[in-house]
């Protein structure tokens, strides 16, 4: 595949990408940690729920695939043609370990440029990495142009952190930390506002012939035991990447001694994380 040269970019997207590859390429096969340990109420992951969403399809594509897990399920769910694109030769090293996926065609790359034919799939999902894509209208373009006619796209989106829960107190904690950050440690800013509203992927997919989404929004819940949740937040926030060691001191300390008022009797807080899906297909020709 021919990356487009970084002078025809915005210095935003390179930077964002640079910083992806890098941070996954050091974590492999944390993607999929969280996810796997925080089930909706039905006992299903946020994996399961958006394959759910291409029920039936036997060819599908992954934007954003890391280590490969949603396409592991959508492998037992009997898609017979799987395909992942991602940033990180890591996560795709960790994602070809999987025996689900030995056939599987995985891609270093861009999602902005898709390395596959014309009408190659019947469906395309990503979860959780369109939301951190620059150059989105590219994104959508490829993804209608590698799609069937009357392919389903299905997205998944952060939605934001329940009140009251512990995933809620660590962002109003953590926020004033976020901000001290002196500019040369800030991080890139990722992806486009647009992919996590329905309204915006609207405005973005219209255009490229999809039909307006649908949209619901599930719950997960990342909870367990003070230090447990600590760990995963930390994990799930890419903002930690750039505080220094006593900030994150400082503000596990904080965490910690806050967190105990959320306790239920069995010694577990609560840790909500909404996840918004979308779902939509291309117009048939």
Not at 40 to 53: F, I, K, M, N
Not at 111 to 127: I, N, T
Not at 128 to 155: I, K, W
Not at 217 to 230: F, H, L
Request: include cysteine; glycine fraction near 8%; charged fraction near 25%.
């Amino acid at each position: 595949m021919t990356a487009t040269p970084s002078s025809s970019r915005p210095d935003s997207a390179d930077a964002a990408e640079a910083f992806l590859r890098d941070f996954h390429n050091r974590t492999p096969g944390r993607q999929s940690v969280n996810m796997e340990a925080a089930p909706l109420g039905d006992g299903r992951t946020g994996y399961q729920v958006l394959a759910a969403e291409v029920a039936g399809a036997r060819r599908v594509l992954d934007l954003g695939c890391a280590d490969g897990a949603l396409l592991e399920v959508l492998a037992a769910a009997g898609a017979e043609e799987l395909a992942g694109i991602d940033l990180a030769d890591g996560e795709l090293e960790f994602a070809r370990r999987r025996p689900a996926l030995a056939r599987a065609d995985l891609r270093q790359g861009r999602a902005q440029e898709l390395p596959f034919p014309d009408g190659s799939f019947d469906a395309v999902v990503s979860h959780m990495a369109l939301m951190l894509m620059h150059e989105v209208e590219q994104v959508v373009a490829e993804t209608a142009r590698v799609l069937a006619p009357g392919g389903r796209f299905a997205v998944a989106v952060g939605g934001g952190s329940v009140p009251g829960e512990a995933m809620s107190l660590f962002l109003e904690l953590a926020r004033p930390y976020f901000k001290a950050v002196p500019p040369e440690r800030s991080m890139p800013r990722l992806g486009d506002r647009r992919s996590r509203t329905r309204e915006g992927l609207d405005e973005l997919l219209t255009p490229a012939g999809f039909e307006p989404v649908s949209w619901q929004t599930v719950t997960i819940d990342m909870g367990g035991t003070p230090e447990r949740v600590w760990i995963s937040l930390t994990d799930a926030f890419y903002d930690m990447t750039a505080l220094d060691e006593d900030q994150t001191a400082r503000l596990r300390t904080d965490f910690l001694a806050a967190a105990p008022a959320l306790l239920d009797p069995t010694g577990r807080i609560p840790s909500g994380m909404r996840l918004n899906l979308a779902t939509t297909r291309l117009a048939a020709v």
